[in-house]
C-alpha cells in the first residue's frame, strides 16, 4: 500500500510517497508563486520581427513572451487569451501560449485542437479502442488527449471529467469577454493537490499533511472523486511530517555519493556537466554460490534500485551505468528486461539504450526541471572543488522544523539561531523575508546571528524567554 505525505513549509512544498514504506518518488516544489498553466487576458504591448517575439502585459512585474510562430495576425493593443508554460526567470518574463489546455485526471482538453489522441503508456489496442470510444459517444468533438490514468476507468468516470474541463473553460470565456486589460482567468492547482487529484486510487492507503489549509484543499478535491477516500487523510498540523513518516532519513541516503544495497553491494554516483556516472560494487555481498551468480544478483539489485534513484533524485540527460562485468548474455538480457521494467515506472520519458560488452548501460532522461540535488546540495564554499554541502534551502528548512517544535514542546516565544557566516550572509542576501514569514506562521521571534566557529550543517539554539 501507498502512503502519501505532504510536507509544507515556508521555503518549499514537498510530495513524498512510500510503497511499504520505501521511499518511491519525490517532488518539490518553490513556494514562490506558482504561474505555469494559468490563463490570463493578456494585452500585446510591443511586436518585434526581428525575434519574432510579441510582448504581452499580463499583470505581472514583467511583460511575457509569445513567439510570433503560429500567431501572425496578432495587433498591437489586442487582447489576447494565453496560458503561462514556463515560468519568468531572472531578467526574463514568463513564456505564453496561445492553444490552452486544462489536465483533468483522465482527460487534457486541448480546444484549438482537431483531434483526440491516446497516451502512449496505454499500450493495449483493446483498451485504447474501449476508451476513445466512450470518449466519442459522449462527445464527438471533444479534443485533446486520453491520459494513462484513463486505463479501466467507468463512462461515467469520463464524463464527470469531460463535463468539468468545457465548463471550466466556458467560464474562462465568458470572464474574458468581461472587461478589457490584462487580468488573471484562472490559476492551476498547485503540485500537490495537482498530483492527488490525478493519482489518488483505492491503491493510497493514507495521504498526510502538516498545514490546516492543503487539508482543507485536498479534502475538497478527495470527496469530489470518492466520498470514501477523504477517510485517507491525515492531518498533522505544524509537525515535521517527513520526520514522523522516516522520509527525510531515507532522503538523505538517496542523496549520498554512495548508496548502498540492501545485500551489501553499493552505488558511487558521480554527477559531471555532461551526464551522470553510477559505478556498481558488489562490496560486502559474497554471496552463497558462485561469483558469476553473485555479480548477476548484485546487478538486478542494482537495476531496482538506480531506477528509483532517478525518480526520486530526478537526474536527467545521459546516466552511464557501469555494471559489474557478467559472461552469460542470458544474464545481461534478464537484467536489461529487469532495469525496463523499473524504467517503465517512470513518467519522465526515459530510454535504455542497451549494453556494451563492458557492462556500460547508457539511459536517457528527459530534462524538465533542476534534480533534487540542486535543493538540498551545493557546491562547498571553502574548497570549490565539487564536495556538496547542505544548501541554504534546506537550511532555512531545518530552520522552521526547529521552530515547529519549539513552538509545540515549549512555552518560549523568542528564539535565537546561530549559524556560519556564510549562511548567515546568504540568508540575508536572498532568503531574509522567509525567515520573517517563519515568524509569523509560528507567532516566534527568530534572531539569527553569526558564528564564525560553527560548522556549515551545524545550527544553534538559544531560547529566551
Given at each position: 500500500?501507498?502512503?502519501?505525505?505532504?510536507?509544507?513549509?515556508?521555503?518549499?512544498?514537498?510530495?513524498?510517497?512510500?510503497?511499504?514504506?520505501?521511499?518511491?518518488?519525490?517532488?518539490?516544489?518553490?513556494?514562490?508563486?506558482?504561474?505555469?498553466?494559468?490563463?490570463?487576458?493578456?494585452?500585446?504591448?510591443?511586436?518585434?520581427?526581428?525575434?519574432?517575439?510579441?510582448?504581452?502585459?499580463?499583470?505581472?512585474?514583467?511583460?511575457?513572451?509569445?513567439?510570433?510562430?503560429?500567431?501572425?495576425?496578432?495587433?498591437?493593443?489586442?487582447?489576447?487569451?494565453?496560458?503561462?508554460?514556463?515560468?519568468?526567470?531572472?531578467?526574463?518574463?514568463?513564456?505564453?501560449?496561445?492553444?490552452?489546455?486544462?489536465?483533468?485526471?483522465?482527460?487534457?482538453?486541448?480546444?484549438?485542437?482537431?483531434?483526440?489522441?491516446?497516451?502512449?503508456?496505454?499500450?493495449?489496442?483493446?483498451?485504447?479502442?474501449?476508451?476513445?470510444?466512450?470518449?466519442?459517444?459522449?462527445?464527438?468533438?471533444?479534443?485533446?488527449?486520453?491520459?494513462?490514468?484513463?486505463?479501466?476507468?467507468?463512462?461515467?468516470?469520463?464524463?464527470?471529467?469531460?463535463?468539468?474541463?468545457?465548463?471550466?473553460?466556458?467560464?474562462?470565456?465568458?470572464?474574458?469577454?468581461?472587461?478589457?486589460?490584462?487580468?488573471?482567468?484562472?490559476?492551476?492547482?498547485?503540485?500537490?493537490?495537482?498530483?492527488?487529484?490525478?493519482?489518488?486510487?483505492?491503491?493510497?492507503?493514507?495521504?498526510?499533511?502538516?498545514?490546516?489549509?492543503?487539508?482543507?484543499?485536498?479534502?475538497?478535491?478527495?470527496?469530489?472523486?470518492?466520498?470514501?477516500?477523504?477517510?485517507?487523510?491525515?492531518?498533522?498540523?505544524n509537525k515535521d511530517v517527513f520526520d514522523l513518516y522516516s522520509v527525510q532519513s531515507q532522503i538523505d541516503k538517496c542523496?549520498?555519493?554512495?548508496?548502498?544495497?540492501?545485500?551489501?553491494?553499493?552505488?558511487?554516483?558521480?554527477?559531471?556537466?555532461?551526464?551522470?556516472?553510477?559505478?556498481?560494487?558488489?562490496?560486502?555481498?559474497?554471496?552463497?554460490?558462485?561469483?558469476?551468480?553473485?555479480?548477476?544478483?548484485?546487478?538486478?539489485?542494482?537495476?531496482?534500485?538506480?531506477?528509483?534513484?532517478?525518480?526520486?533524485?530526478?537526474?536527467?540527460?545521459?546516466?552511464?551505468?557501469?555494471?559489474?562485468?557478467?559472461?552469460?548474455?542470458?544474464?545481461?538480457?534478464?537484467?536489461?528486461?529487469?532495469?525496463?521494467?523499473?524504467?517503465?515506472?517512470?513518467?519522465?520519458?526515459?530510454?535504455?539504450?542497451?549494453?556494451?560488452?563492458?557492462?556500460?548501460?547508457?539511459?536517457?532522461?528527459?530534462?524538465?526541471?533542476?534534480?533534487?540535488?540542486?535543493?538540498?546540495?551545493?557546491?562547498?564554499?571553502?574548497?570549490?572543488?565539487?564536495?556538496?554541502?547542505?544548501?541554504?534551502?534546506?537550511?532555512?528548512?531545518?530552520?522552521?522544523?526547529?521552530?515547529?517544535?519549539?513552538?509545540?514542546?515549549?512555552?518560549?516565544?523568542?528564539?535565537?539561531?546561530?549559524?556560519?557566516?556564510?549562511?548567515?550572509?546568504?540568508?540575508?542576501?536572498?532568503?531574509?523575508?522567509?525567515?520573517?514569514?517563519?515568524?509569523?506562521?509560528?507567532?516566534?521571534?527568530?534572531?539569527?546571528?553569526?558564528?564564525?566557529?560553527?560548522?556549515?550543517?551545524?545550527?544553534?539554539?538559544?531560547?529566551?524567554?
Amino acid at each position: 500500500m501507498k502512503n502519501i505525505v505532504i510536507e509544507s513549509l515556508v521555503n518549499s512544498q514537498k510530495v513524498a510517497v512510500l510503497e511499504d514504506g520505501k521511499l518511491s518518488e519525490l517532488f518539490i516544489e518553490s513556494s514562490s508563486s506558482k504561474t505555469v498553466s494559468n490563463i490570463y487576458r493578456g494585452v500585446v504591448k510591443k511586436a518585434l520581427k526581428g525575434i519574432e517575439a510579441y510582448f504581452i502585459d499580463i499583470g505581472t512585474e514583467k511583460l511575457a513572451y509569445l513567439s510570433m510562430k503560429k500567431n501572425e495576425n496578432i495587433k498591437c493593443g489586442q487582447d489576447i487569451l494565453v496560458q503561462i508554460n514556463k515560468e519568468a526567470i531572472g531578467t526574463k518574463g514568463a513564456k505564453l501560449n496561445t492553444e490552452i489546455s486544462f489536465a483533468g485526471r483522465y482527460l487534457v482538453y486541448i480546444p484549438s485542437n482537431d483531434r483526440l489522441t491516446i497516451s502512449n503508456k496505454i499500450t493495449t489496442e483493446k483498451e485504447r479502442f474501449r476508451i476513445k470510444k466512450i470518449v466519442q459517444s459522449i462527445d464527438k468533438d471533444f479534443t485533446g488527449i486520453i491520459r494513462t490514468e484513463a486505463v479501466g476507468c467507468s463512462k461515467e468516470e469520463i464524463e464527470s471529467d469531460i463535463l468539468e474541463l468545457k465548463e471550466k473553460y466556458t467560464n474562462i470565456l465568458k470572464e474574458f469577454r468581461l472587461g478589457i486589460g490584462p487580468k488573471l482567468l484562472y490559476k492551476d492547482l498547485d503540485f500537490a493537490s495537482k498530483y492527488i487529484k490525478d493519482n489518488v486510487n483505492d491503491s493510497v492507503s493514507k495521504i498526510i499533511v502538516n498545514n490546516n489549509h492543503k487539508y482543507e484543499e485536498l479534502k475538497s478535491i478527495l470527496v469530489n472523486i470518492n466520498k470514501e477516500y477523504k477517510d485517507k487523510l491525515i492531518l498533522e498540523n505544524n509537525k515535521d511530517v517527513f520526520d514522523l513518516y522516516s522520509v527525510q532519513s531515507q532522503i538523505d541516503k538517496c542523496l549520498n555519493r554512495k548508496v548502498w544495497l540492501k545485500s551489501g553491494g553499493y552505488l558511487i554516483i558521480d554527477k559531471t556537466e555532461a551526464l551522470t556516472v553510477i559505478d556498481v560494487n558488489t562490496g560486502k555481498f559474497t554471496g552463497n554460490s558462485n561469483l558469476e551468480e553473485t555479480v548477476y544478483k548484485t546487478n538486478l539489485e542494482a537495476a531496482v534500485e538506480i531506477a528509483r534513484l532517478l525518480r526520486i533524485r530526478d537526474m536527467a540527460g545521459i546516466i552511464i551505468v557501469d555494471f559489474i562485468d557478467m559472461q552469460k548474455n542470458e544474464y545481461k538480457n534478464s537484467l536489461l528486461e529487469v532495469l525496463n521494467e523499473e524504467i517503465y515506472k517512470d513518467k519522465r520519458k526515459t530510454n535504455v539504450m542497451g549494453m556494451t560488452k563492458l557492462g556500460l548501460v547508457e539511459i536517457a532522461r528527459r530534462r524538465e526541471k533542476d534534480s533534487i540535488d540542486s535543493y538540498y546540495l551545493q557546491e562547498c564554499f571553502v574548497c570549490k572543488c565539487g564536495e556538496s554541502i547542505k544548501s541554504t534551502n534546506r537550511v532555512l528548512d531545518e530552520v522552521e522544523k526547529e521552530v515547529m517544535r519549539i513552538k509545540e514542546h515549549t512555552s518560549y516565544n523568542t528564539v535565537k539561531i546561530e549559524l556560519n557566516n556564510y549562511v548567515v550572509d546568504e540568508i540575508n542576501k536572498s532568503y531574509k523575508g522567509k525567515i520573517d514569514k517563519i515568524s509569523e506562521k509560528y507567532n516566534v521571534i527568530i534572531n539569527i546571528d553569526k558564528k564564525a566557529e560553527i560548522q556549515h550543517e551545524k545550527m544553534k539554539i538559544i531560547f529566551n524567554s
